[in-house]
């Protein structure tokens, strides 16, 4: 009889056993939809019931091939923002659940081609070629992951690179009134990154389509186009498209950073960010605060900059320098959302209208611009010859003032003035002309020995550029220094010194000014 029952349960343990395998490895064929029904809509939002399990930001899918995002997920019903045209839907159309989160295309087949937040072309050149996925909204890297700033992000921009260094993995802001340079700073910085080795992301949020159009233009005309990806939303987009625009732009970005490369993105501009989600907000009924912005307009924008940053060594080394762009109403940096941005980046490039009324371009205020990573990311060879620089240019904007009343000014007074003056020449540069490193340090350096001093206001152009060409003379071994964080030497700088003196030697000294006339030049 044992032998009976034994056999009996080996029969049915083995019967369990092949009916588990079974169970395992069946696929079920039929997939369980969730389909709810709009209630209402409105300009760039939609109401929906009937989705009990939807979960916040999830994709939602609409008839006529449109998706929303599920921003407010209430017991009764969801406020979705909508990514496309809405206009052919109505109250009664059916929405389905996705069940994921709203992402983007991502790799090397997206170098050099436009396109818009959810990965579409707007180039024409056919379907987007990606190697993964990535969803548009991530966590910021953690703090144990990331590595100090200390490579420059040189920027081709004399001014900047001198006096308000930018390092790969920095937050750095450009803001200033409309008009005034802040997308051109943007652009030379993208073009001198040619040959180093640097990819860029532009995202153009909210933007004129001729805007839009000349920048494309531009790149394309320079060769950046090559090594950029552009990422664009114009002003009649819906507004829930414009508020994804920037965390795409940097998804796209990230997938580069992590796989070791050094990547810049410009976000043009966060003003009509902040707007779009305002409009949002509004309209999904959240409560405004402050200028009737919604609380957590910090938030959407401190999660979307901590983005940036430069990984360690061991996790790829790669980095993501930001420079977001913002616009300011009547010079107002006191304003809550240039504020917001302020507190959160390390530093600021300021562009004033008074110097762009001037013809001082770029239209940089050096007194309200910083770096907040500073000298650190700074290459060694800049502040050999631009540490006192920035002081220099201080005290001549404060004495300026003075001499403009016609006051009578004692010598060493004038000298500084006339000083200042040659700086300000100097730190003047046209746009998209980016200037090499060398040729940087050349000019810095005969600059900050007084070399220009002697040569007329009205020849400074000439002057510079004589030395800027002479710049092309330094040794090859000196120019490779100079790019490295190897401090130089006596000789280098001796060099240099030579090699710029020798270039204005064919600019004839200017007058010496009667004492009782210098105040009454014109600044």
Not at 477 to 500: C, F, H, K, M
Request: charged letters at 25%; glycine letters at 8%.
């Amino acid at each position: 009889m044992n032998k009976v029952a034994d056999s009996v349960r080996d029969a049915f343990d083995s019967a369990f056993a092949e009916i588990r395998q079974a169970r395992e490895a069946f696929t079920p064929q039929l997939k369980t939809r969730e389909i709810g029904t709009i209630t209402s809509v409105a300009t760039g939002i939609a109401k929906v019931s009937g989705l009990p399990s939807a979960g916040s930001e999830e994709v939602l899918k609409f008839p006529g091939d449109l998706y929303g995002i599920a921003f407010n997920v209430d017991e009764a019903e969801i406020g979705v923002v909508l990514l496309g045209d809405y206009w052919h839907l109505h109250a009664g159309d059916e929405v389905e659940r996705t069940g994921h989160v709203v992402d983007v295309p991502v790799g090397d087949g997206l170098i050099g081609r436009i396109i818009n937040p959810m990965g579409r072309p707007l180039d024409g050149k056919g379907p987007v070629v990606s190697s993964a996925r990535l969803p548009v909204e991530r966590p910021a890297a953690p703090i144990m992951d990331r590595a100090p700033v200390t490579v420059p992000l040189q920027t081709g921009i004399k001014v900047i690179d001198a006096l308000i260094p930018v390092g790969r993995g920095q937050r750095e802001l450009i803001l200033g009134d409309r008009r005034t340079g802040k997308t051109a700073v943007a652009l030379d910085t993208i073009l001198n990154q040619r040959d180093q080795d640097v990819l860029c992301v532009y995202c153009a949020i909210a933007q004129r389509t001729s805007g839009v159009a000349k920048v494309i233009a531009t790149l394309r005309e320079k060769g950046a186009l090559e090594y950029t990806i552009v990422v664009v939303t114009e002003g009649n987009d819906p507004p829930g498209l414009v508020y994804t625009a920037p965390y795409a732009a940097t998804s796209i970005a990230e997938y580069f950073m992590a796989q070791g490369r050094d990547v810049l993105i410009v976000y043009d501009d966060l003003t009509h960010h902040a707007r779009a989600y305002r409009e949002l907000s509004l309209l999904l009924r959240r409560p405004p605060g402050r200028e009737a912005f919604p609380g957590d307009i910090f938030y959407i924008h401190s999660r979307l900059l901590e983005r940036a940053t430069r990984l360690r060594p061991d996790l790829g080394g790669g980095s993501l320098t930001a420079l977001p762009i913002i616009e300011t109403e009547a010079e107002d940096i006191s304003a809550y959302i240039p504020t917001n941005l302020i507190s959160i980046t390390d530093g600021q490039i300021y562009l004033s209208p008074s110097l762009f009324e001037l013809g001082v371009l770029p239209a940089i205020d050096v007194s309200k611009s910083v770096s907040r990573v500073g000298g650190k990311a700074q290459r060694a060879a800049y502040r050999a010859v631009a540490g006192d620089l920035k002081l220099a240019y201080a005290q001549f904007e404060e004495l300026e003032t003075f001499a403009r009343f016609g006051a009578r000014l004692d010598e060493d007074t004038r000298k500084v003035i006339e000083h200042g003056r040659r700086i300000r020449a100097c730190l003047k540069q046209p746009e998209f002309a980016p200037v090499s490193v060398p040729a940087q340090i050349a000019i810095l350096r005969a600059v900050t020995d007084g070399f220009f001093d002697k040569v007329p206001l009205e020849q400074m152009t000439d002057a510079e550029q004589a030395v800027r060409m002479a710049a092309a003379d330094i040794p090859d071994d000196v120019v490779e220094r100079l790019g490295t964080a190897e401090p130089l030497s006596n000789a280098d700088l001796e060099t240099i010194i030579d090699i710029a003196r020798q270039a204005l030697v064919a600019f004839p000294p200017k007058p010496e000014p009667r004492p009782d006339a210098v105040g009454k030049e014109k600044a």
